[in-house]
C-alpha cells in the first residue's frame, strides 16, 4: 500500500444503525399505507364522476410507491435487510370531496413529521449515508404539502358552492403526469 492510499479514507463498512434501519422500515410501510389511501380516495373519486380527482390521486398512489422503492432500494444499497411489516387498511369511508382533501394534507403533515424524525435519529446516530435520500424526502415533503394545500384552497375557493368551479378544477386535476424523477433511476441503475 502507497503512502497516499494509506492516507485516504477507508469507506464505511459499519452496518447501518438498527434504530435508523428500523424507522426507514416503518417509512416504508408508511408509504405504501399512503399508496392504498390514496388508491381507496380515487375510488372513491371515480364512483362520485371525478375522473380528473380519480386520475390526480392514483398518480399520487404510483408516487408513494415510488417512494417506497426508493426507501427499500437505500437499505439494500446500504447493506441493510428491508424488512416490510403489515400494511393496514385505509380509510374509505369519505364524507365528500372536502373531507378527502383534509384527509390528504393532514396526512402529508404526519408523513413529514415521520421523515423529519428518521432524519434527526440519522443525524443522532451519526448516520450521514442517508443524507441525501433524507434531504430529497424533505424536499419532497414540501412539495407535497404544498400540491395538497393548494388543491384544497382551491376546492374551498373556485368549487365548494360552484358545480362549474368543480368540473374545471376536475378536468385541470386530469391533465396530473407521473413525473420521472431521477433519485429512483440512479437508485435502479446501480443495484
Same mark, same amino acid.
Given at each position: 500500500m502507497s503512502k497516499r492510499e494509506a492516507k485516504m479514507p477507508k469507506a464505511d463498512t459499519r452496518e447501518l444503525n438498527q434504530d435508523v434501519v428500523d424507522l426507514i422500515n416503518d417509512q416504508i410501510v !408508511?408509504? &405504501? =399505507?399512503? +399508496?392504498?389511501? =390514496?388508491?381507496?380516495?380515487s375510488a372513491w373519486f371515480s364512483e362520485h364522476g371525478l375522473d380528473g380527482y380519480a386520475h390526480w390521486y392514483y398518480i399520487q398512489h404510483l408516487e408513494e410507491l415510488d417512494h417506497a422503492k426508493i426507501f427499500? !432500494?437505500?437499505? &439494500?444499497? !446500504?447493506? +441493510?435487510?428491508?424488512?416490510?411489516? +403489515? &400494511?393496514? +387498511?385505509?380509510?374509505s369511508d369519505f364524507k365528500d370531496v372536502e373531507d378527502i382533501l383534509v384527509k390528504t394534507y393532514e396526512h402529508e403533515l404526519y408523513i413529514t413529521a415521520s421523515i423529519h424524525k428518521i432524519y434527526d435519529e440519522a443525524i443522532k446516530k451519526g448516520e450521514y449515508r442517508v443524507n441525501d435520500t433524507l434531504e430529497w424526502f424533505v424536499a419532497e415533503q414540501?412539495?407535497?404539502?404544498?400540491n395538497t394545500s393548494t388543491n384544497l384552497d382551491r376546492f374551498r375557493l373556485f368549487a365548494k358552492e360552484s358545480p362549474s368551479g368543480l368540473k374545471d378544477l376536475d378536468d385541470e386535476l386530469a391533465q396530473r403526469v407521473l413525473a420521472k424523477g431521477t433519485r429512483i433511476s440512479t437508485l435502479e441503475a446501480e443495484i
Open positions: !408508511l408509504e &405504501i =399505507y399512503s +399508496a392504498h389511501l =390514496y388508491l381507496s380516495m427499500y !432500494l437505500d437499505l &439494500i444499497e !446500504l447493506g +441493510a435487510e428491508p424488512v416490510i411489516g +403489515a &400494511i393496514d +387498511a385505509p380509510d414540501v412539495e407535497e404539502e404544498s
